[in-house]
């Protein structure tokens, strides 16, 4: 009866270890998953801004052309990268004022959907100042949008497909 109950313990004793060790192996690839995760790079909240402009800039060339589905890509091209800085850079405050031109994009957008020139034009006028706004508001007023007048790139023809 002795030898039994002294075989269960070192089974008992022998299962506990190997599920100590186990956890040990986990926890040290939690830690250097954890690790990797922080050494991932991630975009800067000026690379966010850097593509929001140069989204905004084609977005001009693209409604002043008529070429409606190249705007609404535009549009869609900035609301994504809006969503990103709110994942990526949630803990700055500049992106609690990033809401503020939310109105003036979606007027934009529906200019777009309409397919109205002179609307777009408003709209377009109206997210610029938004942006200007927002600037100001978090102290980045030396950074000034404006509406573009020249392509943003010289490799893209703003043209609609016939």
Known sequence: MNAILFTGF???LTSCHEHSNQEQMIQA???SLQMQLAATYKPGFGEFMSGIQLHHAKLWFA???NNWPLADFEIHEIEETLED???FCGERPEVKSIATIIPALDSTKYSVQQKNLTLF????LSLTAA???CHKVTNHSFNVVTV???LPVVNQDFKPVQ
Do not use: H, M, R, V
Not at 121 to 124: D, L, T, V, W, Y
């Open 10 to 12: 070192l089974l008992t």
């Open 148 to 150: 573009p007048t020249g």
């Open 121 to 124: 034009k408003n709209s377009f």
């Open 29 to 31: 690839e939690i830690d």
């Open 85 to 87: 800085l709110q994942k």
């Open 63 to 65: 409604g002043i052309s």
């Open 131 to 133: 942006c200007n706004n």
